[in-house]
């Protein structure tokens, strides 16, 4: 079997030390002239672990993998797959016909 990039490997290996389900984490990557991009997908439980409040998990994953990225001369970009029925942001968005006065 080959060995994964360093980035995928990387990635895996954070991920999966956050998380509660590290067996349903899943880098799928990818290269085109952008450069890298690691598309990752997780348990929908561990969602909230993954983004953290406000999103400062996601953004120290992205700061890592940047590091990363200049030490092997990739530009590398990270994808949070959005889990099957997320209901992220349903509860926040009411249409105005519904709204009672």
């Not at 590398?76 to 006065?101: C, F, H, M, Q």
């Amino acid at each position: 079997m080959a060995q994964k990039p360093h980035d995928q490997e990387f990635l895996e290996y954070l991920v999966k030390s956050i998380v509660e389900n590290p067996d349903k984490v899943k880098v799928d990557r990818k290269v085109d002239e952008m450069g890298v991009l690691l598309s990752l997908s997780v348990d929908p439980k561990d969602m909230g672990l993954i983004v953290g409040r406000q999103g400062s998990t996601a953004k120290a994953i992205r700061s890592l993998l940047r590091i990363v990225g200049v030490r092997n001369n990739a530009r590398v970009n990270l994808k949070i797959e959005e889990p099957e029925g997320s209901t992220r942001g349903a509860g926040r968005r009411a249409p105005a016909a519904d709204l009672e006065l």
